[in-house]
């Protein structure tokens, strides 16, 4: 595992025991010098982790038990203050607002967002899609035009932030340290390191439109750039003829205990990519299919390994083309439902097939053949499944059961009714978006949904 991973890993779970213990999580922040904001996203690569170390079921638990209390809390808290100061407002707007407030101060308080996140048991993204929400409003609540100013201003800030936090300029620190005046050098820093000419040149790029205030700095990478493009096909030829035989045995051994372990999950659960696996466990494809030649005729356990993969393709394969083929007809031809023909929706994608649309998509344009479906076939399922995720939002159960959904002027107000379309959402592993609550509601509503106990068992 890399060292990088480790230590995110190690502050992830720090960070969560503190948040089950409910502990101040900022504490943790200080101790190894990092914002809030980071370590919240290393609790949460600790969180998603399937492997060892991991959190266990109680623990898990506990987790979303905190948070739900903490949504709760949260909502009564904002309901109590209005109704003190005697207004009746619907808290969906109550609590878009308040992520609104938090997202326009973060220019001076940075970790504005998590800590609300923190503090109303959300996800930061989800309080970041709820401030946009009320960016867009239109009524009575909407906010003013100074404060729009102020998020349009934070929002950019706050992209060109991102772009700065994400991209690591380590690397251009042995350019900057060089001493060196002989050009030789530079291209010799360029040539022995794993970063292409081309990622070199496009972080110097970057270094000098983010950091414009380093004027000595950007003088020196300006002229190792104008050396590095006038030497381009040099640093390219001969990092191609070093590399040859490069990878020492021990870096082998290490790449190839890595694609074990790739085909080893991708053969427990194929409901993943090899490109998600590949970006885990930081392997090249290059590496991978390298070794997957190794495999072919490697050790008893490798090739047996090799074969259940190359097998499990082909099944996939054809189960991929099935879907695509289901799916087309079912767009084209509409679905039967209560003795009904009725439009494909997601729902009755899930209820077929159960695969991610995203994990379905990148396996069947791999797969592409006119032998087992076309591609007009496959654009035409790409436009529904786009369609479905424009303007979907994925909510939590407290935000559903305050939404308010019609079908022919009827709407569902009993609060028992959306549970249970709420629990039969859950029951089949659907995200709980907008287009699947909206589509669950519709077909209820018509009749077509059936929310008896046994059900949602």
Wanted: overall charge neutral; cysteine-free.
């Amino acid at each position: 595992m890399d060292n990088n991973i480790k230590i995110q890993i190690k502050r992830g779970k720090e960070a969560f025991e503190s948040f089950i213990n409910e502990e101040d999580l900022n504490l943790v922040a200080q101790k190894y010098n990092i914002s809030l904001n980071i370590l919240v996203k290393d609790m949460k690569t600790y969180i998603n982790r399937i492997l060892d170390p991991k959190p266990s079921e109680q623990k898990l638990a506990t987790y979303d038990e905190i948070k739900r209390k903490k949504r709760q809390n949260a909502l009564k808290e904002i309901k109590t203050f209005y109704q003190n100061n005697n207004e009746e407002i619907d808290p969906k707007i109550l609590i878009e607002k308040a992520a609104f407030d938090a997202f326009i101060t973060t220019d001076k308080n940075p970790s504005a967002i998590v800590d609300l996140a923190l503090k109303q048991g959300l996800e930061p993204e989800a309080v970041r899609n709820n401030a946009f929400k009320h960016s867009k409003r239109v009524d009575q609540y909407k906010p003013t035009e100074e404060e729009i100013a102020i998020f349009n201003a934070v929002n950019i800030s706050r992209k060109e932030s991102y772009q700065k936090e994400r991209i690591d300029f380590t690397y251009l620190d042995k350019l900057l340290n060089l001493e060196s005046t002989l050009v030789n050098d530079y291209l010799e820093i360029v040539i022995n390191e794993e970063l292409s000419p081309s990622m070199v040149l496009n972080k110097i790029d970057l270094y000098i439109k983010y950091f414009k205030e380093e004027t000595e700095n950007i003088k020196k990478l300006t002229l190792i750039k104008a050396h590095l493009k006038s030497n381009y096909n040099y640093i390219v030829n001969e990092r191609r003829n070093r590399s040859k035989n490069k990878l020492s045995n021990q870096e082998e051994e290490h790449f190839r205990e890595i694609t074990g372990k790739i085909l080893e999950e991708y053969l427990i659960d194929n409901s993943v990519t090899i490109k998600s696996l590949l970006l885990k466990y930081d392997l090249t494809e290059n590496v991978f299919n390298n070794n997957l030649k190794i495999f072919s005729t490697g050790f008893p356990k490798e090739q047996i390994l090799y074969k259940e993969y190359i097998n499990l393709l082909e099944e996939e394969k054809n189960n991929i083309a099935e879907y695509i083929k289901t799916i087309y007809h079912y767009l084209n031809n509409g679905i039967e439902k209560n003795d009904q023909i009725d439009n494909f929706n997601i729902l009755d994608y899930y209820r077929i097939i159960g695969l991610k649309p995203e994990i379905l998509l990148d396996k069947a344009w791999k797969n592409i053949s006119d032998e087992l479906y076309t591609r007009s076939q496959l654009t035409r399922v790409s436009h529904f499944f786009a369609t479905v995720s424009k303007n979907n939002y994925v909510y939590t159960e407290e935000e559903l059961l305050n939404q308010h959904v019609s079908y022919n002027d009827q709407i569902i107000t009993n609060i028992d009714i959306k549970i249970k379309i709420i629990k039969y959402l859950k029951k089949l592993n659907i995200p709980l978006s907008s287009s699947a609550y909206f589509a669950a509601t519709e077909e209820y509503l018509k009749g077509q949904l059936n929310l008896n106990p046994l059900s949602l068992e």
